[in-house]
Structures are given as structure tokens and as C-alpha cells.
């Protein structure tokens, strides 16, 4: 069964700095995907990583895929309160089950 | 384009009593999913239909039971609900190697 973790699973960071948020997988994907989620609201897609090296930037996010290091990470630029949510990262090996990171739960504070 | 639907938005069961969610979409998805979600653990898949006519067990799928009625529409049923169930349950569709997309959620407590 597939493993996905993420860390950190809360992070309180202030205004205005940066931050990279980690999600590790257990086997091997060449697909991954970043999704919001608002206190009490359904998720929002952020970011499709589908192939080694790929790289999506949207606003202060930017989110990148190492498939060799089953590594993905969500970098935060300048963060603002408006970033405040929970990120979800979720891989897919066979076109069909998604596994699903625990969540890391992001306060941005003045 | 109202993207996916779910309904009810929220429901309290007693043990032992069944109910069925129902989930619409109407984006010519092919594939459509069940979740649940729980405080700590992310979403864990239940059921998936990958094609109409077809429906796979997930992750999590003990004590339901799911219908695709049609390329829209996607059920999940439990037959007779424990309060181990009390979570709030997402549908999600997508088409091949790209997002989901995910309904409203609901919010299902079980006493």
C-alpha cells in the first residue's frame, strides 16, 4: 500500500517569510497532485506535477516533483494570511487510487 | 456548470439505520470517486468507478456499498450505519491524468 507523509503537519509562520512544506511517497509515481482546503470547505486544486523535474508556480506557491526521491515540495514565497488553509498532496500510481498526505495545517500570523 | 453535487449536505443517523449519499457531476467525467474524511488521517478513498458500469474498492471500503447509475451520478450507500462512520464523506471526478474535483462534502454524524 502506498505511503504518503507530509511535514511539517502545522506550521505557524509569520508574514512575509518563506517556508516549503515536504510530501514523501512510498512508491514509485510519476504523478502528483496539491490541493487547498478551507476550514469547513471542500478542496481546491493547486498544483498537477506529472512528470520528474516538473516544476508549477501560481502567485507565492510553487510546487516541484523529484519522482527519483519520492520527494514532492510546496514552496511558500512572502507568505500572507490569505495563504492560510490546509495543503493536501496526493499521489496516483495507477490512474485510478489516490492516496492522500495527512495534511500540513498553515497559519500565516502578522 | 455546477461542477460536482452532493447532497444531503448534512445528516445524523442512529446506529443501525441506512442512507444513501448521492453525488452528480457534470463535467463528462469518466472516472468518480467516493472519500472519507476524518480529523488528522487525510482523505482515504472508499470506492472509485472508473468507466460507467464499473466500481473498485479503495482504501477503505468496509460497510458500503456504491452504485454508478450513470456517467453523472455516483452513490454510496450505508447499509447500517455505525458511529465509526460519523465523518464528512467527499465525491470527487476527474477525466485521465489530471485533477479531481471535489463536491461540497457531507457532513454525516452517526449516534
Known amino acids: 500500500e502506498l505511503k504518503v507523509e507530509q511535514n511539517p503537519l502545522f506550521l505557524s509562520m509569520q508574514e512575509g517569510k518563506n517556508y516549503t512544506i515536504y510530501c514523501n511517497y512510498s512508491?514509485?509515481?510519476?504523478?502528483l497532485y496539491w490541493y487547498r482546503q478551507d476550514p469547513g470547505k471542500s478542496l481546491e486544486s493547486l498544483f498537477v506535477?506529472?512528470?520528474?523535474?516538473a516544476v508549477k508556480q501560481e502567485g507565492r506557491l510553487m510546487a516541484s516533483l523529484d519522482t527519483k526521491a519520492r520527494l514532492s515540495t510546496l514552496h511558500i514565497t512572502a507568505a500572507v494570511h490569505d495563504l492560510s488553509a490546509t495543503y493536501f498532496c496526493?499521489?496516483?500510481?495507477?490512474?485510478?487510487?489516490?492516496?492522500f498526505g495527512t495534511g500540513t495545517s498553515l497559519t500565516v500570523i502578522p | 456548470n455546477a461542477g460536482v453535487t452532493q447532497t444531503p449536505k448534512f445528516q445524523v443517523l442512529k446506529t443501525g439505520q441506512s442512507m444513501t449519499l448521492q453525488c452528480a457531476q457534470d463535467?463528462?467525467?469518466?472516472?468518480m470517486y467516493w472519500y472519507r474524511q476524518d480529523p488528522g488521517m487525510g482523505l482515504r478513498l472508499i470506492y472509485y468507478?472508473?468507466?460507467?458500469?464499473?466500481?473498485d474498492k479503495g482504501e477503505v471500503p468496509n460497510g458500503y456499498n456504491v452504485s454508478r447509475l450513470n456517467k453523472r451520478e455516483f452513490s454510496l450507500r450505508l447499509e447500517s450505519a455505525a458511529p465509526s462512520q460519523t465523518s464528512v464523506y467527499f465525491c470527487?471526478?476527474?477525466?485521465?491524468?489530471?485533477?479531481?474535483?471535489f463536491g461540497p462534502g457531507t457532513r454525516l454524524t452517526v449516534t
Open positions: 470527487a471526478s476527474t477525466h485521465g491524468a489530471y485533477e479531481q474535483y
Open positions: 463535467m463528462n467525467h469518466n472516472s
Open positions: 468507478s472508473a468507466s460507467e458500469g464499473t466500481t
Open positions: 496526493a499521489v496516483d500510481t495507477t490512474g485510478n487510487q489516490f492516496y
Open positions: 512508491t514509485t509515481s510519476d504523478r
Open positions: 506535477l506529472l512528470s520528474n523535474g
